[in-house]
């Protein structure tokens, strides 16, 4: 059974950054993903990440995150810069190794104005 755990989440105010990790048990996965879930919204993709380190963002978070992660060591991150209040939500690590796909709890992030 794999699992995911993220961790890093908090409260900021705008503009400041927090930076998100998600560890995995068992073998590498072929993407992982940063959701986020805001009150009252359908949850929404933030960043990827592939096997091979291609990433890819959401136009909203283009140039303030940056995802990364460790080879070897099951761990991603989500550096998140000049946060703004509507980057409040609970973030959530997903990782696919096809077919099958896996979530993790989630963390909370609140951006204070």
């Known amino acids: 059974q794999v699992q995911l755990v993220e961790s890093g989440g908090g409260s900021v105010q705008a503009g400041g950054s927090l930076t998100l990790s998600c560890v995995w048990s068992?073998?590498?996965?072929?993407?992982m993903r940063w959701y986020r879930q805001a009150p009252g919204k359908q949850r929404e993709w933030v960043a990827e990440?592939?096997?091979?380190?291609?990433?890819n963002y959401a136009d909203s978070v283009r140039g303030r995150f940056t995802i990364s992660k460790e080879n070897g060591r099951n761990l991603m991150y989500v550096q998140m810069n000049s946060l703004k209040p509507e980057d409040t939500a609970v973030y959530f690590c997903?990782?696919?190794?096809?077919?099958?796909?896996?979530w993790g709890q989630g963390t909370q992030v609140t951006v204070s104005s």
């Open positions: 997903n990782a696919k190794r096809y077919p099958y796909e896996f």
């Open positions: 068992g073998s590498a996965m072929d993407v």
């Open positions: 990440i592939t096997r091979s380190g291609t990433t």
